[in-house]
């Protein structure tokens, strides 16, 4: 693929000053913690001696420049798109050099670039890694608008459908005239509305959830088990989903504490990592304290809490027309065991072209971080059938 012009893009290496480091450590130290009920556990939300257990080794043990030098080791960079600076990483196939089929990432809330950082190596360079060298792909990884070290917009939050034109924007000026699009969470609908609204660029759709699930029609029309997804999602919502309205209707209110607060930053993102993931209860089971530390301070560090939430009020305005689109593009869809839900294959095919569903055994809503190695063979087993299309310029 040809080069983008240089100066379109920019090479980007952040790196955080002592001044910003020692404040963090200092707002940890003279955290004023809350009470808790006996036992509560994690039953009335982030556990109270887990939370203060990491904010003490936050505080510490935990080294953040040597988490900025890991991350520095992928190739990223900044670019101008829509208005706004994008950080996004930009890894090519190791081999064949030229032949890599190019990949959209998009990751979700609450995390960023960093959803993807274990798997990266994985599919450019499969043949280092024991797999296919012909499974390589060159990787695009953004942050969205408001996420990790992409700006913040000034005005309204930007929506799924506005980000995925930002994104096939971003794989023009890069030279990739057609790609593949993957991702889950929030990530699934940009690369939904990717396939949706340039079907002449995407070769291929996958994604890890079909969304929360939304129906009009008579519910008599639906399939046994549709219904009972629907209806199970919906008490996940009533016992999970306060998160989500709040980020839907008041994410300025939550924003003041959570930017100020960073034992309220982790506690707000902690519980989600272990409720989400297929940790089995136990939070370290998928990620190290070093892994949650370096997501939460990526949120930190950047002050995109607020920024981030308030991208839920932008979807949650999306028209229903647009949510009930189908896409036409070969679709596929991993539906990891510890995911917020599994939608039976029913449901997918209202809503997408399904040529692929699979389960795999382990794994949950951040499996491309809980398991490369099974998130890579995914995208690789999926997309294997698209190369060709994605490597011909459109005629």
């Known amino acids: 693929m040809p080069d983008a012009p240089s100066s379109a893009v920019e090479p980007f290496t952040p790196q955080a000053d002592a001044a910003e480091l020692e404040d963090l450590r200092a707002r940890l ?5 809350p009470d808790a009920p006996e036992e509560a556990g994690w039953s009335l939300g982030t556990d109270l001696g887990y939370l203060r257990e990491l904010v003490a080794y936050w505080t510490d043990g935990f080294d953040w420049p040597a988490q900025e030098a890991a991350l520095a080791r992928l190739p990223r960079f900044r670019v101008t798109l829509g208005g706004l600076s994008i950080h996004f990483v930009h890894a090519r196939a190791a081999e064949p050099a030229g032949n890599g089929l190019p990949l959209a990432l998009s990751h979700g809330w609450p995390d960023s670039f960093w959803r993807y950082a274990k798997v990266i190596p994985l599919l450019t360079d499969p043949g280092g890694h024991g797999a296919d060298p012909a499974d390589a792909f060159d990787v695009v990884v953004p942050d969205m608008p408001g996420y990790g070290y992409s700006e913040r917009p000034a005005g309204p939050p930007l929506d799924s459908i506005a980000v995925a034109g930002l994104w096939a924007e971003l794989m023009d000026v890069l030279g990739y005239p057609r790609f593949g699009a993957a ?14 609204d340039h079907p002449d660029r995407v070769v291929a759709v996958h994604r890890m959830d079909a969304g929360v699930p939304v129906f009009t029609g008579d519910p008599a029309d639906l399939a046994p088990e549709e219904r009972a997804w629907i209806e199970s999602l919906a008490a996940w919502g009533a016992a999970e989903g306060a998160y989500a ?12 504490g959570l930017t100020d607060s960073p034992a309220g930053l982790a506690g707000w993102i902690v519980e989600k990592l272990r409720a989400w993931s297929d940790c089995g209860g136990d939070v370290e089971r998928s990620f190290s304290k070093d892994e949650i530390l370096t997501n939460v301070t990526l949120y930190w560090l950047t002050g995109t809490i607020g920024s981030s939430m308030r991208m839920y009020r932008a979807n949650s305005a999306i028209p229903p027309a647009q949510l009930a689109r189908r896409v036409e593009v070969p679709s596929g869809f991993s ?3 510890g995911d917020i839900g599994r939608p039976p294959r029913a449901w997918l095919e209202r809503g997408a072209n ?27 087993a999926f997309f294997r059938p698209y190369r060709a299309a994605a490597t011909r310029l459109p005629a």
């Not at 309205?245 to 003041?256: V, W, Y």
């Not at 399904?354 to 809503?365: I, K, N, S």
């Open 245 to 256: 309205a709040m980020h839907r209707t008041k994410p300025q209110t939550a924003a003041f």
């Open 335 to 337: 539906l990891f065991p």
């Open 29 to 33: 130290r003279a955290t004023r913690w």
């Open 354 to 380: 399904v040529v692929r569903v699979t389960e795999p055994g382990r794994g949950g809503h951040f499996a491309p971080f809980e398991e490369p190695e099974l998130y890579a063979e995914e995208l690789s």
């Open 183 to 196: 991702g889950g969470d929030i990530g699934s609908h940009v690369s939904r509305y990717l396939a949706l």
